[in-house]
């Protein structure tokens, strides 16, 4: 009976591994993590940004979703071209699962976008960990003396290879965070990734970085690669790490030296405003913003519209900006400089009809003062 019960636990876990509810057996901290993460909620259903955005889009009248590739592959109707857009179970609790970032083999390069190409084995994980690099754990049963004792290497959920590179140098986040272009071939946005052999960044070192809690509870690793990647909750604070900001007292006022360290352009996404604030006495003195403001006949519209770059003025990679402030200080002038960004461009947002407050914040990344420096 032991060995029935043993076969039918384990064959239920063959069964529903293409749920994500299944990794949370064993990688109950990660699952926890990743329930929370723009990943779990990237459908229109939970997702109120890219809802309003798509209820603009003129193939929504026709039931004509478009965006499943990168936005629900997990609801497998819909990526294979299905017109009919519903809130499902996979919809609105894993539109992009656990299975569609670790079964990604490799990553198609494509002229409107890249293209994320998955491994046909069901149940065959990719991931990364140094210490094992290079290997390839299989699920086998290893059976002795005639059978009468068996054992079991790796696991029954699942087979883990370490080998696949893409997941070392982060190229595997980029079937979908690379860039975008319309069918006329304009270019919506693009990370603008540059490599670097002074600089060890890749996708998940920055936007996974180690955290406390092992990433699977059959081990204790004491630390795992934190699955809570969003631009809503703490994690874009993690930003502030690869951004430096110095002032200094000049002539004729005020220069800021802010310099970008991430091996990609900062505030691409056209929905994005990226914002530096300038306070003399805590009195705002100036707002500088960054932005890539696309369009048409040198007017703002929606990304599928558009044919033209109205206005850029992003921090690119590894990019040093300087900016002269002139205004009149006294001795005892304290001024203070805030960088940040709003998910959602303000004007955007009242076009679009967003009025959640928790949408709408801005959202501090570095701020220093004077008696800082």
Request: charged share 25%; hydrophobic share 30%.
């Amino acid at each position: 009976m032991l060995r029935i019960v043993l076969f039918s636990t384990a064959l239920t876990g063959f069964i529903l591994a293409a749920s994500s509810i299944t990794c949370k057996v064993c990688h109950p901290v990660i699952y926890k993590e990743y329930s929370t993460s723009i990943h779990a909620n990237s459908s229109i259903y939970n997702d109120p940004i890219f809802k309003a955005v798509w209820s603009k889009h003129p193939l929504s009248k026709e039931g004509k979703f478009k965006c499943a590739k990168c936005h629900t592959p997990n609801d497998k109707a819909v990526a294979n071209g299905s017109t009919i857009l519903q809130p499902n179970t996979i919809q609105k609790s894993e539109p992009i699962s656990c299975q569609n970032c670790h079964q990604i083999e490799t990553i198609h390069k494509g002229k409107f976008t890249d293209k994320n190409i998955y491994h046909k084995k069901e149940k065959y994980f990719y991931s990364a960990n140094l210490a094992k690099k290079g290997e390839k754990i299989l699920f086998k049963t290893n059976s002795r003396f005639f059978g009468l004792i068996n054992s079991t290497t790796g696991s029954p959920y699942h087979d883990i290879d370490y080998t696949n590179e893409n997941y070392y140098n982060g190229n595997m986040c980029l079937g979908c965070h690379s860039h975008k272009k319309t069918e006329n071939g304009f270019e919506v946005c693009s990370l603008e990734v540059k490599k670097s052999q002074k600089s060890q960044q890749t996708c998940i070192s920055c936007h996974m970085p180690k955290t406390l809690g092992s990433f699977v509870n059959l081990k204790d690793s004491h630390t795992h690669a934190s699955h809570a990647a969003t631009l809503r909750g703490e994690q874009y604070r993690y930003l502030a790490k690869f951004i430096d900001l110095v002032i200094n007292r000049t002539e004729n006022g005020i220069r800021i030296e802010l310099k970008n360290r991430a091996n990609h352009a900062l505030f691409v996404h056209p929905l994005r405003l990226g914002q530096l604030r300038v306070s003399l006495n805590n009195k705002l003195l100036k707002n500088l913003n960054f932005q890539r403001v696309i369009g048409k006949n040198g007017k703002p519209t929606m990304p599928w519209l558009a044919d033209s770059v109205l206005k850029d003025t992003t921090l690119k990679a590894f990019e040093t900006r300087i900016i002269d402030i002139n205004t009149t200080l006294q001795k005892d002038d304290k001024f203070n400089i805030t960088l940040g960004y709003y998910l959602i461009n303000p004007k955007a947002a009242k076009k679009l009809g967003i009025k959640d407050k928790k949408l709408l914040e801005f959202r501090v990344m570095k701020s220093i003062s004077s008696n800082q420096n």
